[in-house]
């Protein structure tokens, strides 16, 4: 397996009335065709680190390789799934139209991007709403075609933003099998971001922990649970919950650097 | 959107002078753009706009200091012209606000009522000026009821819309502690509606002046309106230019004013 | 069924009034003709060439300014409210031009170009301008950023994010801002129509019945078609805007 995502030294300091440092020097490897989670407290600069990876935010500091290219600008064979799917998806386009349009500027045809559309719409369930409008459909399905719309892209390396915090639980339970049987059968790398501990335990080959702001990784834990988990005996599993255990812990026991800055986090 | 690395105190300094500085001073080019062009075209049609200033200068500001510099002119045009405007919002805006919020909480009276207050609103209130005319005659009433008919419409179908737009929750917690309905409607549904009331109440301002302008036009023994038809007819170009420019700055300062107001009284209720 | 008959008694109620009001004598012999008389009247008035031309003068030179406004409006809003400096720069001159009240202007055009069709129709685009103008800028700062930043995530090219993102999602506000502009510009097209001689169109027959005839029947007829036009413009705009921006209520204010 070769190295997919290589952060080196990365750092943002957002400027303004208060400066806040989101992060100040973070270096991990992905590997390919792994699922990576990184958990931290909230407002620890979660966000930041992955819109410094998308290149949506140029960061002040450090550098990211995406397989071995210098990324520079956003890159084109990366994927972004965002937290509030009502806000990412777009309103005035069907669920077809909201997946094949970033295919276009990819240069696949109307019929290559239609038939794409389609088999991404079958990986989460979706065949029979392609003709429905986003505010047509139940939260947890906006989100579904939100990871279609980024599987769609064929993306080298996914990145997930908090990507179940605003569904209910019991679609979250759901979405998260689906993608993981949808990484498994795409062999997709990802990157998901999430300040739920139990989440990045079950998802992830790969916890990395983050502390408060600045973000600093505290530890690196693989996730010894095997490809085929379940969301009732996975989580009774003994690896699972002495996981668990051993990341809430971290997270409580990080010392926290600058308390007044740290509250003012800023978010996105 | 603040640029990313200017510095916080660096900004605060830009909103404070630099925005301001930079737009006065595109003003001040287009006027000096204005004059370069104007003044070796020398068209009666098109005064350059220091001679505009001159006149306007001459027409309002050039009085006795017993006056504090006024002219006769600006107890002849301009304040009674101020004056119907003012009043015959003022009425429009009681009116309106009141009727609308009550309108607006009544589900009844608005299917009756509803579409019969849009089609008024759909009439171009100028149509109007002749009924008007042979109603009142020539003279105050007449403006003032112009003006009263043309901008009530808004006002009274935008505060509808608001009053209509407070929470169920509310409502209900109103009724559940047995709220008085005037108690109600002054400490809920006002506040609530705020909002849409002011979006109301200043496309009636802009209406108003358009208002008071045709009725002046049409029907009016003084005021700018009038003033400005005169001109027309003794082809004082300048003189029109002068009226033109003369409005604009009342629209402007109208429209500021109420601004001003709707900030004061939105920051005083937290929503 | 309901929805349907409450406001069409409404409106039956307010006609009976009106026609006990006319009816009364409490104002002048024909001052304040009953609706009986001024429907009679409609209905034959819609039967003569001459008012139907007036009409369609109206509505033509209507739908013209409308073209014309939003074909400058809508372009010049995009290019102001995506470069800061322009928006910034021409906001005061802006900020100055649009509250003359339009029809302040109608004696000075008058005197410059005449009083033919132009003349109208020009004053009607000035008006029309600025509403669509506003509604443009200020929905350009309400696209959510978290939307643009979903195009940017897919790399998607700057022509394609002109047209399949930022204009649908202005598209609520600039339908919100042409009905606004629509009202607006029948209003001062009426008004030159009743201030100009010759010009044409309903304003022109209005006053002609008002000041030469004193026939206010003919005037609250005339009156009465102005305020279809408007209503049926305005409930028009608002069933496309139901029909084609579904994902957004109406942006801005109505």
Redesign the interface.
Known sequence: MGTMLDVTGLGHTYDGRQAHTAMSDLTFTVASGELTCIVGPSGCGKSTLLRCIARLVEPSRGQVHLHGDLVREVPEDLAVVFQDYSRSLFPWMSVRGNIEFPLRSRGLSKAERRERATETLGWVGLADAAAKYPWQLSGGMQQRVAIARALACRPALLLMDEPFASVDAQTRFDLEDLLLRVRKEQDTTVLLVTHDIDESVYLGDRVLVLSQAPAEIVADLPVELGDDRDQITTRESETFVHLRGEIARLLRDTPIPDSTSSQAAHRG | ??T?????PSTRLWKRFG?PA???G??LA?LLGWQLVTTPVQSV?FPTPLEIGARMWSNWFSGPASRMFLTEAVFTDILPSMSRLLLGWLIAAVVGVTAGLLLGRSG?AM??????F??????????????F???FGIGFRMQVATIVFGVVWPVLL?SA?GARAVDVTKTETARAFRIPRGQWIGSVVLPAALP?VF??L??SL??A??M???SE??GSTNGI?HA??L??FR?E?TQ??A??VL??V???A??AALTAVEKRVLRALPQ | MRGSIRPLLGVAGFLAVCEIVGRSGSAPQGYLPPPSVVLVELARLLGERTFLLDVIATVLSWLIALAIAAAIAVPAGLLLGSVPFLRNAVGAVVEFLRPIPSVALIPLVVVIAGGGPGTKIFLAVYAAVWPLLFNTIYALGEIDDQLLDSARAFNISRPELLLRVTLPGVAPFVLTGLRLSASTALIVLISTEMLVPASGGIGHFIYLAGSGAGRMDQVLAGTLVAGLLGYAINAGMAGMQRRWVTWAPAGGTT
């Open positions: 959107m603040s990313a690395g200017a510095a916080a925005r930079q737009q006065w595109v003003l287009c049609f009844t299917a009756y009522c509803g579409a019969l849009s089609f008024a609103r759909s009439i171009p209130p100028p149509a109007l000026v002749p009924v005319l042979v109603l935008n819309d849409k979006a109301g200043r496309i802009a209406l002046l358009i008071m302008v045709i036009l049409v309106g400005m038809q001109a027309q082809f170009y029109l230019w009226g033109v409005l604009g009342l629209g402007y109208l429209n």
